[in-house]
């Protein structure tokens, strides 16, 4: 599966966004997605994910409450929306898949900049 993120930009603190990640493939329904992000000088850092069916989510505690992960396997898209941004968010995120069978994520998208500013 190939995956493209878009939806990232430059936002006051406070504030929110909604990242997208389209995915190519017939079988979008068969992965668990996920969201990671890397701050510089920092290493990347799982942000949430979700599974095949929508059933089960998870988070970092750093965001746990602000940002809320879902998907459409329709248009087979997965979302992550942001609020009550913080500079400590600031970071290039990344989508990122795995056959829901598979141990480890292994399909990544190119990243999209997000900028908080204070």
């Known amino acids: 599966v190939q995956l493209q993120a878009s939806g990232g930009g430059l936002v006051q603190a406070g504030g929110s966004l909604r990242l997208s990640c389209a995915a190519s493939g017939r079988t979008f329904s068969m992965y668990v997605m996920g969201w990671f992000r890397q701050a510089p000088g920092k290493e990347r850092e799982f942000v949430a994910g979700i599974s095949k069916s929508s059933s089960s989510t998870n988070y970092a505690d750093s965001v746990k409450g602000r940002f809320t992960i879902s998907r459409d396997n329709a248009k087979n898209t997965v979302y992550l929306q942001m609020n009550s941004l913080k500079p400590e968010d600031t970071a290039v995120y990344y989508c990122?898949?795995?056959?829901?069978?598979?141990?480890?994520?292994?399909?990544w998208g190119q990243g999209t900049q997000v900028t908080v500013s204070s």
């Open positions: 990122a898949a795995k056959f829901w069978t598979a141990v480890s994520y292994n399909n």
